[in-house]
């Protein structure tokens, strides 16, 4: 009792959860809300079904507090193992939904596991960087680390499920603040930015401005005596990938995948197929004006115009009856959270702990960034849920698990002081 009296919580980052949350179950009501419904407690009702996962979540944190900072260092690969083989199970057990095999079903109840699977990640991720043996600066260990990145999202990918593997790009940037040179990143963007401009203009004009820019640094650097050949091989590299860019998109990316990047880029105009559920979330948000038309009052999310608007499009319920300013202050409380988590991960004094902070906080804004962007037309529609906010016990108690064992790692910081 004496040591748990000493353990000092982060009570900033707990109450930006908790309002987040809340924020989140007001719009689900708001989304879900049905008026013929036999009442408040109606199981059937998706509101009321994430009323009880959030206070299950509330035992999950309790858990999760009580357990030993060191138990989640000392079993972070048990845990990996046990998220792996989890996935792997749903080639034989798991059911589709949406067309994706990413889900058990257990009575009433479902489970996605790859939500799980990214604290489970970051935990194997923040051991095998902390390890007194690994050096990120060694070719090996760099591959090792990518190879416990994106083990999962391999995984992952074949049920399909794009959107929940593409969230583990996430986990390169806490790489870099452990001494990951930096080309990894540039090189990371250099790739998708040929391929988002190749498919915007086409092969021939990408492939006249990598020249460009090639005998642009040749001449910059001519006092220097530069390696002609350098340049050429890697001018011969982005040619290449962007001839082959074409392949790719046309045979590795689904045709509901290739539509949305076409809608994305302008080359399609589609309101009423694949580019439906974009156009009413721009809709609604738009709607919404300045102070938004009030709690219930969305003639958008009323009529249910916006199809998935309680999980992946929760956002457009805010921009429509919280108008700008509500949807300006859910994007500071996200802020905040992440600002936060970075503020915390820096005074660790474990580097495991300090790792597992950076994973935290870059799996959160890979999430908020991809999702806003999502539903206001910025970027494809991908599936990837709003943190805290979208209907779903999976991912609610994903990332409830995902903070909360940072809090716990950050409280020991006290203990040990």
Same mark, same amino acid.
């Given at each position: 009792?004496?040591?748990?009296?000493r353990? %000092?919580?982060?009570?900033?980052?707990?109450?930006?959860?908790?309002?987040?949350?809340s924020?989140?179950?007001?719009?689900i009501?708001?989304?879900?809300?049905?008026?013929?419904?036999?009442?408040?407690?109606?199981?059937?009702?998706?509101y009321?079904?994430?009323?009880?996962?959030?206070?299950?979540s509330?035992?999950?944190?309790?858990?999760?507090?009580?357990?030993?900072?060191?138990?989640?260092?000392?079993?972070s690969?048990?845990?990996?193992? +046990?998220?792996?083989?989890?996935?792997?199970?749903?080639?034989?057990?798991? %059911?589709?939904?949406?067309?994706?095999?990413?889900?058990?079903?257990?009575?009433?109840?479902?489970?996605?596991?790859?939500?799980?699977?990214?604290?489970a &990640?970051?935990?194997?991720?923040a051991?095998?960087?902390?390890?007194?043996?690994?050096?990120?600066?060694?070719?090996?260990?760099?591959?090792?680390?990518?190879?416990?990145?994106?083990?999962p999202?391999?995984?992952?990918?074949?049920?399909?499920?794009?959107?929940?593997?593409l969230?583990?790009?996430?986990?390169?940037?806490?790489?870099?603040?452990?001494?990951?040179?930096?080309?990894y990143?540039?090189?990371?963007?250099?790739?998708?930015a040929?391929?988002?401009?190749?498919?915007?203009?086409?092969v021939?004009?990408?492939?006249?401005?990598?020249?460009?820019?090639?005998?642009?640094?040749?001449?910059?650097?001519?006092?220097?005596?530069?390696?002609i050949?350098?340049?050429?091989?890697i001018?011969?590299?982005?040619?290449?990938?962007?001839?082959?860019?074409?392949?790719?998109?046309?045979?590795? $990316?689904?045709?509901?995948?290739?539509?949305?990047?076409?809608? +994305?880029?302008?080359?399609e105009?589609?309101?009423?197929?694949?580019?439906?559920?974009?156009?009413q979330?721009?809709?609604?948000?738009?709607?919404?004006?300045? &102070?938004?038309k009030?709690?219930?009052?969305? &003639?958008?999310?009323?009529?249910?115009?916006?199809?998935?608007?309680?999980?992946?499009?929760?956002? *457009?319920?805010?921009?429509?009856?919280?108008?700008?300013?509500?949807?300006?202050?859910v994007? $500071?409380?996200?802020?905040?959270?992440?600002?936060?988590? $970075?503020?915390?991960?820096?005074?660790?004094?474990?580097?495991? *702990?300090?790792v597992?902070?950076?994973?935290?906080?870059?799996?959160?804004?890979?999430?908020?960034?991809?999702?806003?962007?999502?539903?206001?037309?910025?970027?494809?529609?991908?599936?990837?849920?709003?943190?805290?906010?979208?209907?779903?016990?999976?991912?609610?108690?994903?990332? &409830?698990?995902?903070?909360?064992?940072?809090?716990?790692?950050?409280?020991?910081?006290y +203990?040990?002081?």
């Open positions: 009792m004496a040591r748990a009296r353990l %000092k919580f982060d009570w900033i980052t707990i109450i930006i959860y908790l309002a987040l949350v924020i989140g179950w007001i719009n009501y708001s989304a879900s809300y049905n008026e013929t419904s036999a009442g408040f407690f109606d199981f059937s009702q998706t009321f079904k994430q009323l009880i996962w959030i206070g299950l509330l035992v999950l944190i309790t858990f999760i507090l009580a357990l030993e900072a060191k138990f989640y260092e000392r079993f690969s048990v845990i990996y193992l +046990v998220s792996l083989l989890s996935l792997l199970g749903l080639f034989v057990l798991g %059911k589709n939904v949406n067309g994706a095999t990413s889900w058990y079903f257990f009575g009433g109840f479902s489970i996605q596991p790859s939500e799980f699977a990214k604290a &990640t970051a935990l194997a991720l051991k095998f960087v902390s390890d007194i043996q690994t050096d990120l600066k060694e070719f090996k260990d760099q591959i090792k680390a990518l190879i416990l990145i994106f083990l999202a391999l995984i992952i990918i074949p049920q399909p499920d794009p959107g929940s593997a969230v583990y790009v996430a986990l390169i940037f806490p790489l870099y603040r452990e001494g990951l040179h930096y080309i990143l540039l090189l990371g963007f250099i790739v998708a040929l391929f988002v401009t190749t498919l915007a203009i086409g021939p004009w990408v492939t006249v401005g990598i020249l460009i820019i090639a005998i642009f640094f040749y001449l910059k650097n001519k006092k220097r005596k530069p390696n050949f350098k340049y050429g091989i001018a011969a590299a982005c040619i290449g990938f962007s001839v082959s860019v074409n392949f790719i998109f046309e045979n590795v $990316l689904e045709q509901r995948h290739r539509d949305r990047f076409n809608i +994305v880029l302008g080359k105009v589609d309101t009423k197929d694949i580019g439906y559920n974009t156009n979330s721009e809709i609604a948000i738009g709607s919404g004006g300045w &102070t938004g009030g709690w219930l009052q969305g &003639t958008q999310t009323k009529g249910k115009f916006v199809p998935e608007q309680d999980t992946d499009y929760i956002f *457009s319920t805010v921009g429509e009856e919280w108008g700008f300013l509500g949807s300006l202050v994007v $500071l409380l996200f802020l905040f959270l992440i600002i936060r988590l $970075l503020i915390l991960a820096e005074r660790q004094k474990s580097q495991f *702990s300090r597992y902070g950076y994973s935290v906080a870059s799996i959160i804004f890979f999430h908020f960034f991809i999702n806003i962007g999502m539903v206001s037309g910025l970027l494809p529609t991908i599936g990837i849920p709003l943190p805290f906010f979208s209907y779903g016990g999976s991912g609610l108690w994903g990332f &409830t698990i995902l903070l909360f064992i940072f809090i716990r790692l950050d409280a020991s910081n +203990v040990n002081r």
